[in-house]
């Protein structure tokens, strides 16, 4: 039912740099702004970029999110054991008049 | 600091009414800044949006539990809840509740187009079985 599309899982070894894309359509991440989450197992969703490409304070620079015409991405960069989660994007779809969340992605660190 | 906790039964009988309640501590429900949102999520599976109060009582649902669905406001409590109506097993989930607001140049507005969700509740969970 989700209207964004998210890979189902990523992997990477510590370090390592991985990217989760999220694609979408005009009538949501083309023509709002796109925030993604992080969800560690067993605990409740986190905001972890607002805006396309902002983080809150508390959030390392490792991770950093871009947006262009229909689709965003979200950069893990220095990949740590504490990164394994699932990560969620969301943006608001006009045509639907709802807020929308990707399929989510697991990022599994090797 | 703004925190939420769900509140409510564990268990709910099929064609019933699940009933939920979000407590705000460290903060204002009637803020004008701030939408107030639920979310859930079924086992093993993604985040479902179920919908959006403000404080004045105006909401946004969505499309395809609209007709189920009717979330309200209670400021003298601190509190918004949800009800959803005629569940079924589909309804069994995590159900988180959440505050959102959208910030930007030092100032916040309660854009329901441009808002992110944060903080979010512990979430509870509820399940459909007879």
């Known amino acids: 039912q989700s209207v964004l599309t998210q890979p189902p899982s990523t992997s990477g070894t510590p370090g390592q740099r991985v990217t989760i894309s999220c694609s979408g359509s005009?009538?949501?991440?083309?023509?709002?702004?796109v925030n993604w989450y992080q969800q560690l197992p067993g605990t409740a969703p986190k905001l972890l970029i607002y805006?396309?490409?902002q983080r809150p304070s508390g959030v390392p620079d490792r991770f950093s999110g871009s947006k262009s015409g229909t689709s965003a991405s979200l950069a893990i960069s220095g990949l740590q054991s504490e990164d394994e989660a699932d990560y969620y994007c969301a943006a608001w779809d006009d045509s639907l008049n709802g807020q929308v969340f990707g399929t989510g992605t697991k990022v599994t660190v090797l | 600091q703004l925190q939420l906790q769900e509140s409510g039964p564990g268990l709910v009988k099929p064609s019933e009414t699940l009933s939920l309640t979000c407590t705000v501590s460290g903060g204002s429900i009637s803020s004008p800044t701030y939408y107030w949102g639920w979310v859930r999520q079924p086992p093993g599976k993604g985040l479902e949006w179920i919908g959006s109060?403000?404080?004045?009582?105006?909401?946004y649902y969505n499309p395809s539990l609209k007709s189920r669905v009717t979330m309200s406001v209670d400021t003298s409590m601190n509190q918004f809840s949800l009800k959803l109506t005629s569940v079924t097993a589909a309804d069994t989930a995590v159900y988180y509740c959440a505050a959102a607001r959208y910030c930007s140049g030092g100032s916040c507005y309660p854009s329901i187009r441009k808002n992110w969700f944060d903080p979010w509740g512990q979430g509870t969970l509820v399940t459909v079985s007879s």
């Open positions: 109060i403000y404080y004045s009582g105006s909401t």
């Open positions: 005009s009538s949501n991440i083309g023509s709002n702004t």
């Open positions: 805006s396309n490409n």
